[in-house]
């Protein structure tokens, strides 16, 4: 080693040489560095060690391929992201967050939408470090923008939890989770165990959560407020705490019936870590929803919520269109953007468009082929909860949105789990901060609700709606996978009498599950079927053709297929004859009433009609074609 040299590590080196800590690591290993030396299992290098000549091959096939970055599939760390995969540079989230301060920042965002690795980027950034983590940032936006931001580097010790594996079916399961990832923090800050500075009841207390035993739900309570006062003793300034995903243990808890026990906590656990903590510089939370109305944040009045309906940050939370461009560019898939915008574009930001950056990252490394990605990234536990309490009304409405329309709501960004027993209309709330629509015109209301036009915003989330209703048809026990593949089968080898067959099976397996329904439950159980055939069909229902109202139309979209109608009828206790009789009843409505006249004025000739009687579990199907009437 030099005399008087200072050392550095592998990764500061890697760094400042611009190669990979693997590199330097061989280096070391192969004796290519003079000076350098192994202390307690880790590489030190001089400071004013010189880089070694490149000994790879520089000629052939190695000089004419330059290696692409693979994209960050599935990486929230930052440190990693930005030095070993393509990263997408949202650097200046820190410059716009200094420039207004606000104490408490909540940011609500769509799952997979970038906020676990933006949030380690701000852990990065502003820690306190034995390392000198300004490397990382020395070749980011943020480091050109000037003295007053870089002096807020590394300057703050970091409290940092992250909810988003907490997914339990139980509370005890999941106290013992949240239990866990205190400890695991606590333990991130042991030094404090050795501080002069720290009382030793608040040392008995520390050593009390690293144990783990006999730690209540009030020690729990207290652990941000507690940890915060011991670090700023210990450093002289407050911490910053960041909660990434706060809301996923409220989300499992209102699907898993413990809903009330994780309330009753979180509004304990945030109130000692947000409000009036006279120990704290910044808090940082993450979720998709603003869980307000239970007060979780109750008296908490520093509080700034930045949301998909603001212009604050929106650019820095999924991928905007040039990002997308540059990266398209990078891999040399420039003639896949609007393959690529048709699946995963369509998302608005405040007035910025974004792109769902797992699908994209997704997409490109799987060789640009289109897929539903981000629905396999976890349960569509939002979608699930929604389909299980919605009404008919609403359930023909996300039908409809299936086949591209639009539909008018109010959108209540203070939205909580519990308001869609009181009110349904709120579901449209929650698709939209979840990512399951999108609101590319929107009105500011007195009330400060939004008064939108709600789409779903692309392809992928159109298959998510169709998997899900279908999944949650298959759980209610209303259609098999059997019948649900009999049904597309029949659409595409154009076999009526297969597909009559398949609706009765399908009919019998709904009813089967319930011993009775109104009229309006079977209507909303037949229109399930678009589920299954909305690339083949235009579904439409309850609209004026001839000189009345069908129940069900089926528009084709390939003119070689036919036309279809429905008329269901409804009654209880009905015997076979009766059925019969109401059966052939619907039949000669669809023909009296002329439903077939919206179809046949749009130049549909071929079309079939079907007559549906309902009584308890008993079914009675006829159609123009069949002489007999089928009945189950």
Known sequence: MKGGSLLKNV???????????????????????????????????????????????????????????????????????????YYVDKTLLIRDFLDQRPLVSLFTRPRRFGKTLNMDMLRVFFEISDQDTS?????????????????????????????????????????????????????????????????????????????????????????LERLS??????????????????????????????????????????????????????????????????????????????????????????????????????????????????????????STEIFNPWSVINYISKGCTPQAYWVNTGKNEVLEDILRIATDDIIEKLYSLLQGSRTIARIDQNVVYRSLIDDPENVYSLLLTAGYLKAPVKQLQADGTYLCEAAIPNKEIASVYKNEILSHLMQI?????????????????????????????????????YDSGTESFYHGLMLGLIALMDNQYKIRSNRESGDGRYDICMIPIDTTHPGIIMELKAKAGLNLNELDALSSKALEQISMKRYNAEMQNDGITNILSFGIEFSGKKTCIKTEQNEEPSIG
């Open 11 to 85: 990764k500061q080196t890697a760094a400042a040489w611009g190669i990979s800590e693997r590199m330097v690591s061989h280096m070391c290993k192969t004796a290519q560095i003079s000076g350098a030396v192994k202390i307690n299992g880790i590489w030190k290098i001089p400071d004013d060690a010189q880089k070694p000549a490149d000994r790879r091959i520089v000629s052939g096939k190695y000089r004419k391929e330059h290696k692409k970055k693979a994209l960050p599939v599935g990486v929230s760390d930052y440190i990693r992201a930005q030095a070993d995969y």
């Open 135 to 223: 490397i990382y940032f020395k070749d980011k936006a943020i480091w050109k923008c000037g003295e007053t931001y870089r002096k807020q580097q590394g300057r703050y010790p970091v409290i940092f939890l992250t909810f988003k594996d907490v997914k339990f079916s139980s509370w005890v399961s999941t106290m013992d989770k949240i239990r866990e990832l205190l400890q695991t923090e606590f333990h991130r800050h042991i030094n404090l165990l050795d501080s002069s500075k720290i009382a030793e009841y608040d040392k008995k207390y520390f050593r009390k959560i690293l144990d783990g035993d006999h730690v209540t739900e009030v020690d729990l309570a207290s652990a």
């Open 229 to 350: 006062r011991m670090l700023k003793e210990h450093y002289g300034i407050a911490p910053i705490i960041m909660i990434d995903e706060y809301d996923t243990p409220i989300q499992e808890g209102y699907s898993r019936k413990f809903y009330d026990d994780i309330i009753c906590f979180m509004r304990n656990f945030f109130s000692g870590a947000f409000k009036d903590n006279k120990n704290l510089s910044y808090g940082f939370l993450t979720g998709i929803l603003r869980i307000a109305q239970e007060s979780i944040f109750s008296g908490l009045n520093n509080l700034t919520v930045y949301s998909i309906m603001d212009d604050e940050y929106a650019s820095y939370f999924g991928f905007t269109t040039d990002e997308v461009h540059q990266m398209l560019e990078y891999y040399s898939a420039e003639d896949k953007e609007n393959e690529l915008k048709d699946w995963y574009d369509g998302y608005q930001f405040g």
């Open 477 to 513: 026990g209303a259609i098999s996978r059997t019948t649900s593949n009999k049904i597309a089968e029949s659409i595409y080898a154009n076999n009526w009498k297969q597909l009559q067959s398949a609706i009765e099976e399908y009919l019998n397996q709904s009813i089967s599950y």
